[in-house]
């Protein structure tokens, strides 16, 4: 019987400290948008089915995840998606040069709800100052989850990394619309159920 893929592990635990802890080998000459926490990196394959042009990479703490994307993307062909095994928010300043990312991704996050637990949520200031370093100059970060206390602090995270980053919207604005034309499997399920999504979308000023 296959090994059940647990739904939310704390990042923060000993087991996962270490990842690839390697750089990424990016292609050159191709954009480069990065989700952290991609899990089946459904978003991602249907990104790359819009802007196939460009490169995907999914940093995901599950090492099972991480084997089944990669598994996904070999069966599928010449589909530019790959999957890392990494804890982003350790292991992010060694896999992507500064000014390498057109594009992160952060949805729907673990909420992690009791105060306790809010330290290991994955935005934070100390992350923040990564993406900003790892952006391109004009390269985006899009925000987007179903909790909208989450959505707020993660806001207020951001909203303070200025000059570093820049809201689409204005300060201290969601923006509606999610323009990247894929859907991750929460997206898809909270729209459903006709639920509100939080999104952001800030800039690294070019």
């Given at each position: 019987m ?8 704390n990042?923060?635990?000993?087991d996962y ?6 750089r990424v080998a990016?292609p050159?000459?191709?954009?480069v948008?990065?989700e952290?926490?991609c899990a ?11 802007e ?10 599950r090492?099972?995840?991480?084997a089944q ?7 599928l062909g010449?589909?530019?998606v ?12 060694a ?6 990312v057109a594009r992160?991704?952060?949805n ?8 306790r637990?809010h330290?290991?949520?994955v935005?934070?200031p100390e992350?923040v100052?990564t993406?900003c ?12 989850s ?10 207020e995270?951001?909203?303070?990394a200025?000059?570093g ?6 300060p201290?604005?969601?923006t ?13 399920t909270?729209?459903?159920r006709?639920k509100r999504?939080?999104r ?5 000023p070019?």
């Amino acid at each position: 019987m296959p090994r059940r893929i647990r739904q939310h592990v704390n990042p923060l635990k000993l087991d996962y400290a270490v990842g690839c802890g390697a750089r990424v080998a990016l292609p050159p000459g191709r954009p480069v948008e990065v989700e952290l926490g991609c899990a089946d990196a459904r978003f991602l394959f249907e990104r790359a089915a819009v802007e196939p042009a460009r490169f995907y990479v999914g940093v995901e703490i599950r090492a099972e995840m991480v084997a089944q994307v990669n598994r996904k993307a070999r069966r599928l062909g010449d589909v530019p998606v790959l999957a890392v095994f990494a804890n982003a928010n350790i292991e992010l300043p060694a896999l992507f040069a500064p000014a390498s990312v057109a594009r992160f991704y952060v949805n729907f996050p673990d909420p992690w709800f009791k105060r306790r637990h809010h330290k290991r949520r994955v935005l934070t200031p100390e992350l923040v100052t990564t993406l900003c370093d790892q952006l391109e100059p004009g390269g985006d970060l899009f925000f987007q989850s179903d909790v909208f206390d989450l959505a707020l602090d993660a806001m207020e995270v951001l909203e303070g990394a200025a000059p570093g980053l820049v809201n689409a919207a204005g300060p201290w604005r969601f923006t509606r619309p999610n323009p990247y034309g894929a859907r991750s499997k929460r997206e898809s399920t909270t729209e459903r159920r006709g639920k509100r999504v939080w999104r952001m979308s800030y800039r690294r000023p070019a």
